[in-house]
């Protein structure tokens, strides 16, 4: 299995352009989540997919940060327009629905954002 | 809403060495599942072991064990005969589930940094 796939792995942009990252969860996998690191906020929950469906978006930071998921292999998180703030690191992981959730959380190798 | 923390921002131990990672938790639910995941330099974040909260009995993976203290919603790590290649951030975390067999997202500590001197 090739595991969690991220693009790009890093991106560098301007203030006010968009940004689009991108993740293929892996294949059989229900539940896809979207998490953030940054030095000063560490790993934080931004938003999770269960069967394409967004179940909690409480970690969305502001409007301007959106996620979507077309299918069922392919997930995007989005930010219009961007901020210096919102440089870091953005991680995707996907999961198997399992008994009790016991399933492992794998996690994607991370797109490293840095917003100028 | 639950809490992780991890109070050693970093802890340095000679090689060969045994090393223990303090983790204690916040939560008021009572099905929840605690980890402990590893990211080595290269970011990539990798589990190195987890606990069923229902199971008294301390998980453990070759070098890596746990102990878990329930009543005192404490989760420390222990790292056995300590090699270099264990030189990460470590992370705990928490994970609420429910009876229909869906689970929320990880809630993770701020990280303990890990040196393994040669």
């Known amino acids: 299995d090739a595991g969690v796939i991220q693009s790009p792995r890093h991106e560098v942009t301007e203030m006010g352009q968009e940004v689009t990252l991108r993740c293929k969860p892996i294949s059989g996998h229900d539940y896809l989540f979207w998490y953030r690191q940054t030095m000063m906020r560490g790993l934080e929950l931004l938003i999770y997919f269960n069967n394409n469906v967004p179940i909690d978006d409480s970690g969305m930071p502001e409007d301007r940060f959106s996620a979507k998921m077309p299918n069922a292999s392919f997930s995007t998180l989005k930010i219009q327009p961007s901020e210096p703030r919102d440089s870091a690191v953005y991680f995707c992981?996907?999961?198997?629905?399992?008994?009790?959730?016991?399933?492992?959380?794998?996690f994607g190798p991370g797109t490293r954002l840095t917003v100028l | 809403a639950q809490t992780v923390t991890q109070s050693q921002p970093e802890m340095s131990v000679q090689e060969a060495e045994t090393v223990t990672l303090s983790c204690t938790y916040d939560t008021s639910e009572s099905n929840y599942y605690l980890f402990w995941y590893k990211q080595p330099p290269s970011r990539q974040m990798i589990l190195v072991i987890r606990q069923e909260a229902y199971k008294q009995q301390n998980a453990t993976e070759n070098r890596f064990s746990v102990n878990f203290q329930k009543a005192a919603k404490s989760f420390s790590l222990k790292i056995s005969d300590s090699q270099l290649g264990d030189t990460a951030m470590y992370f705990c975390?928490?994970?609420?589930?429910?009876?229909?067999?869906?689970?929320?997202?990880?809630?993770f500590g701020k990280g303990t940094h890990l040196i393994i001197q040669p």
């Open positions: 975390a928490f994970m609420k589930f429910f009876s229909g067999g869906g689970a929320d997202g990880l809630t």
């Open positions: 992981a996907s999961r198997r629905a399992g008994t009790g959730g016991l399933d492992t959380q794998y």
